[in-house]
């Protein structure tokens, strides 16, 4: 079946690194990919991964992707206050096209 | 490009009235996505179009959700009549249809609050 996992909140201070993990649990998945959530606005693409990859890094955002555990990770670098939203974890299998989205991650930053 | 246009952005009817939402996706994306988003969860698909024909539909209520894309472009979803469990964000997102990474792009939603 097809499911996705995340913790629900992540509280760091300002300039340190942010990890948000993700689990799911379809092994045919071709891409997996973040998005960040902002109160009040509609989802905006962060970054995505395809996989047969098992890093990818876009400036201050780092995903790691390890297939066999079939966990996914976000990890963000000097984590600032405008990072503060909800980030979901979402997969896409390989028929169909339809994003699984996890249930978010709630990342606070504080000064 | 334009992104993904939904009205209304906030809309609250009482339970058994209906309600309608609009989606105008990006101009050549052939595929459709409505979403619902309770608040405190991740986004579930209830219908997705390629072109004006329905793809997946297993998750949407068609005894009181409904929704067409008429000429594969604008799309509406209504639901009548509404129950309080529907009170949510409405995203609706759009991409290319074919292979490789196509990105989704999500419109900003229409609030809806049955009272």
């Known amino acids: 079946g097809e499911d996705v996992e995340q913790s629900l909140f992540l509280s760091v201070r300002e300039g340190d690194s942010s990890v948000i993990n993700c689990t799911y649990t379809?092994?045919?998945?071709?891409?997996l990919y973040w998005y960040k959530q902002e109160p009040g606005a509609g989802l905006q693409l962060l970054t995505y991964?395809?996989?047969?990859?098992d890093m990818k890094q876009d400036q201050r955002l780092t995903v790691l992707l390890n297939k066999k555990d079939k966990h996914l990770s976000l990890r963000i670098a000097d984590t600032q206050t405008g990072d503060s939203a909800i980030y979901f974890c979402?997969?896409?299998?390989?028929?169909?096209?339809?994003?699984?989205f996890g249930q978010g991650t709630e990342l606070s930053v504080k000064p | 490009e334009a992104g993904v246009a939904q009205s209304p952005r906030y809309k609250i009817i009482e339970k058994r009235q209906s309600v309608a939402f609009w989606c105008n996706p990006i101009?050549?994306?052939?595929?459709l996505y409505w979403y619902q988003q309770i608040l405190g969860q991740g986004p579930k698909l209830l219908i997705q179009?390629?072109?004006?024909?329905?793809?997946?539909d297993s998750q949407l209520p068609k005894d009181r959700f409904s929704a067409e894309r008429l000429k594969g472009v604008d799309s509406t979803l209504k639901i009548q009549p509404a129950k309080l469990e529907d009170s949510a964000v409405y995203l609706c997102?759009?991409?290319?249809?074919?292979?490789?990474?196509?990105?989704?792009?999500f419109g900003s939603g229409t609030r809806l609050t049955v009272v």
């Open positions: 997102a759009s991409s290319l249809p074919q292979g490789g990474n196509y990105g989704y792009t």
């Open positions: 379809d092994s045919s998945s071709t891409y």
């Open positions: 991964i395809f996989s047969n990859m």
């Open positions: 979402a997969e896409r299998g390989p028929q169909g096209g339809k994003l699984i």
């Open positions: 101009s050549g994306h052939a595929t």
């Open positions: 179009f390629q072109n004006n024909g329905v793809v997946d």
